[in-house]
């Protein structure tokens, strides 16, 4: 009896793996009674299994306790802009979660540098083509503003609950990440936009390292102090040293 709870108990508390949605998309199930969805877009050449490791991670630290049951991962773009979108099934993330979603659900979006492009053509699409509109939030980290298709255009951003593009600035160097520039521009574009300033006391970020501190919004302490180690930043969480969520924080109380 005794090895039989045991065994119970070591099954629930086994850790469930993501799931393959389609090329570049994954999927992890917490609860499929949630109507709490998040999708996180990792940034460039950014592969599957770190993505799924930064949403783990997430989830871990900060999403399973505000009730998310949904997690998709989606690797970051081949191509720093996302012109060719052949790596990125959006098409069939586009069709699935259409089966998991209602306008009583809640989607939350964090989009990471050229993830950013990536979330901005999934958005597009997707809300030109659901019939009921869920509660969307979208935060776009230190990324970009896109053009053409990768631009978020004005019919799509009014349909999105909130719009936080987001930028670090570390006040020990006096520096800003590398696209707080252009998240102060991208706040300009949408009446339902706002700009999020994470301010670090200081980080692990040397002075003018702004690639260092664009990954600040992945992890507390990246590990390159000059620039974006993309492999360790997306993979080494640990409790002294966990995935960013001051953003996340700033929003859901």
Not at 2 to 15: D, G, H, P, R, Y
Not at 86 to 114: G, M, P, W, Y
Not at 210 to 225: E, G, S, V, Y
Request: hydrophobic letters at 35%; aromatic letters at 12%; one cysteine or more.
């Amino acid at each position: 009896m005794t090895a039989f709870l045991l065994s119970i108990s070591a099954s629930s508390n086994e850790k469930k793996e993501f799931i393959k949605v389609t090329d570049g998309v994954n999927y992890l199930e917490i609860d499929s009674s949630s109507c709490k969805i998040f999708i996180g877009f990792a940034g460039w050449t950014v592969k599957q299994d770190w993505a799924n490791n930064w949403v783990n991670s997430l989830n871990d630290f900060y999403l399973s306790k505000k009730g998310f049951g949904k997690l998709y991962s989606v690797k970051g773009p081949n191509d720093v802009l996302f012109k060719n979108k052949s790596d990125i099934n959006i098409d069939s993330l586009i069709i699935q979660l259409k089966t998991r979603i209602n306008k009583n659900s809640e989607l939350v979006i964090s989009a990471h540098s050229s993830g950013s492009f990536v979330a901005n053509y999934f958005l597009n699409n997707f809300l030109n083509s659901v019939n009921e509109i869920p509660n969307i939030t979208y935060f776009n980290l230190d990324g970009g503003i896109g053009e053409d298709e990768t631009f978020l255009d004005s019919y799509s951003a009014l349909k999105i609950s909130k719009i936080y593009p987001v930028s670090v600035y570390d006040k020990s160097t006096n520096t800003y990440s590398a696209n707080h520039q252009t998240m102060i521009e991208l706040a300009e574009l949408y009446k339902n936009a706002e700009h999020i300033q994470i301010n670090v006391l200081q980080s692990s970020c040397d002075k003018n390292g702004i690639w260092c501190l664009h990954d600040r919004l992945i992890i507390t302490n990246p590990h390159n102090p000059t620039t974006f180690d993309l492999e360790k930043d997306y993979n080494n969480f640990s409790e002294e040293n966990p995935p960013s969520i001051e953003y996340l924080q700033k929003i859901f109380k």
